[in-house]
């Protein structure tokens, strides 16, 4: 079983930055690929950013030039780091792990989430 614990959220002004947190268990952390998903109310969960195992990443074009997913394996842990905030981010941001070795862009194909970090940007 692995579980996700989320932690960074807050609330941010309009051009400020956060740094979102993923802290895993298990032991095999650097076999999973990561995402980072989105879901704002009255609206569907959005795909934000992944990184695979080898370190590969890909971003929502809503977000690119803007936020930046990282890993450390020897912490278990994947961050996103956001920049230039905008109010349009407000959501709530999960974390989700799979064992395909590739970035998967749907929600279906990932395994296990995370509760959810909740961020707020105000104008």
Same mark, same amino acid.
């Given at each position: 079983? &692995?579980?996700?614990?989320?932690?960074?959220?807050?609330?941010?002004?309009?051009?400020?930055?956060?740094?979102? #947190?993923?802290?895993?268990?298990?032991?095999?952390? #650097?076999?999973?690929?990561?995402?980072?998903?989105?879901?704002?109310?009255?609206?569907?969960?959005?795909?934000?950013?992944?990184?695979?195992? #080898?370190?590969?990443? !890909?971003?929502?074009?809503? &977000?690119?030039?803007?936020?930046?997913?990282?890993?450390? !394996?020897?912490? !278990?842990?994947?961050?996103?780091?956001?920049?230039?905030?905008?109010?349009?981010?407000?959501?709530?941001?999960?974390?989700?792990?799979?064992? &395909?070795?590739?970035?998967?862009?749907?929600?279906?194909?990932?395994?296990?989430?995370?509760?959810?970090?909740? &961020?707020?940007?105000?104008?």
């Amino acid at each position: 079983q &692995v579980q996700l614990v989320e932690s960074g959220g807050g609330l941010a002004q309009a051009g400020g930055s956060l740094r979102l #947190s993923c802290a895993a268990s298990g032991r095999t952390f #650097s076999s999973y690929s990561m995402g980072w998903f989105r879901q704002a109310p009255g609206k569907e969960r959005e795909f934000v950013a992944g990184i695979s195992a #080898s370190d590969r990443t !890909n971003y929502a074009d809503s &977000v690119k030039g803007r936020f930046t997913i990282s890993r450390d !394996n020897a912490k !278990n842990t994947v961050y996103l780091q956001q920049n230039s905030l905008k109010p349009e981010d407000t959501a709530v941001y999960s974390c989700a792990a799979t064992r &395909v070795p590739w970035i998967e862009v749907s929600p279906l194909r990932y395994e296990y989430w995370g509760q959810g970090t909740q &961020v707020t940007v105000s104008s």
